[in-house]
């Protein structure tokens, strides 16, 4: 059974940082893609960031490029989400997936975790 484990959410003001963790089992991690996605109250879950199956390729939605990076550790089968110079519309709770990709497309991943609130305040 593929498991999921989002952790690291939080409350913050705006400009501060936080990191997520994700941690993944039941599934070899390295032979899949790994994403990042969001959902706001009254919004579609929207894309993150992700790593392509090879894990070599990183993608990121144009609202985060510079704030937020995408890293994992294979031999822990976790993946991290820095997020730095958090604004208050980065408020969402904070899904990770893993799935066979593409990366950018929520249809491309087939199990997800329970999410993590982030809450940025003004």
């Known amino acids: 059974q593929v498991q999921l484990v989002e952790s690291g959410g939080g409350l913050v003001q705006a400009g501060g940082s936080l990191r997520l963790s994700c941690a993944v089992s039941?599934?070899?991690?390295?032979?899949?893609?790994m994403g990042w996605f969001r959902q706001a109250p009254g919004n579609e879950r929207e894309f993150v960031a992700a790593?392509?199956?090879?894990?070599?390729?990183?993608y990121y939605a144009d609202s985060v490029k510079g704030r937020f990076t995408i890293s994992r550790d294979n031999a822990k089968n976790t993946m991290y989400l820095q997020m730095n110079s958090l604004k208050p519309e980065d408020t969402a709770v904070y899904y990770c997936?893993?799935?066979?990709?593409?990366?950018?497309?929520?249809?491309?991943?087939?199990?997800w975790g329970q999410g993590t609130q982030v809450t940025v305040s003004s």
């Open positions: 790593f392509s199956r090879s894990g070599i390729t990183t």
């Open positions: 997936a893993t799935g066979r990709g593409p990366g950018v497309s929520p249809g491309g991943y087939d199990y």
């Open positions: 039941g599934r070899t991690f390295s032979n899949y893609a």
